[in-house]
C-alpha cells in the first residue's frame, strides 16, 4: 500500500479520536447538557424506568458505541499492518488516556470500568470486522 493511502486510512480514527476527547473535556454540566436531552427523548419509550437509572445506562453505551466505532477505524487504519498487540495497544492506551483526562476535568472522574467497557467496545468492533473480512472475503473468490 501507498504511504499516502496509509495516512487516509488514519483519518477516520483520528476524527473519532477528537470527538471522544473533546467529549471527554467536557465539564459535567456541559456533558449533561449533551446527554439530558437524549434521555428525556428516550424517557417517551422507557417511562417504567427510573430516569437516573436510563441517564447511566445511555452514558454508558456512549462509552462503548464510541469505542466500537473507534476500534473499527482503528482496524481499517491497520489494514494488513494488523496485529493483535497493536490493536492492543490502542484498547489500553486510549481508554486510559481518556480517563486520565476525565480525572482532570471539573465534575467528570476516571473508572477503572469506563476504560474496560471502552476497551470491550473495541474488541467487539476488532471481532466483527475479522469475522466480516473472512466472510466477505469467501463471497468474492
Not at 501507498?2 to 477516520?12: A, C, H, L, S, T
Request: aromatic content about 16%.
Amino acid at each position: 500500500m501507498k504511504p499516502y493511502n496509509k495516512f487516509f486510512r488514519w483519518i477516520p480514527a483520528i476524527l473519532i479520536g477528537v470527538f471522544i476527547f473533546l467529549q471527554s473535556g467536557l465539564n459535567s454540566s456541559e456533558s449533561n447538557a449533551v446527554s439530558l436531552p437524549i434521555v428525556e427523548w428516550m424517557m417517551n419509550f422507557f417511562s417504567f424506568v427510573d430516569k437516573d437509572v436510563l441517564h447511566h445506562l445511555i452514558r454508558k453505551a456512549a462509552h462503548f458505541s464510541e469505542y466500537f466505532f473507534f476500534g473499527g477505524s482503528i482496524l481499517y487504519a491497520l489494514d494488513e499492518d494488523f496485529t493483535a498487540g497493536r490493536f492492543a495497544l490502542f484498547c489500553i492506551l486510549v481508554p486510559v488516556c481518556d480517563e486520565t483526562l476525565q480525572y482532570f476535568t471539573p465534575g467528570r472522574a476516571a473508572q477503572l470500568t469506563d476504560c474496560l467497557l471502552d476497551a470491550s467496545g473495541m474488541i467487539c468492533a476488532a471481532l466483527v470486522g475479522i469475522w466480516l473480512k473472512k466472510h466477505i472475503r469467501r463471497y468474492l473468490t
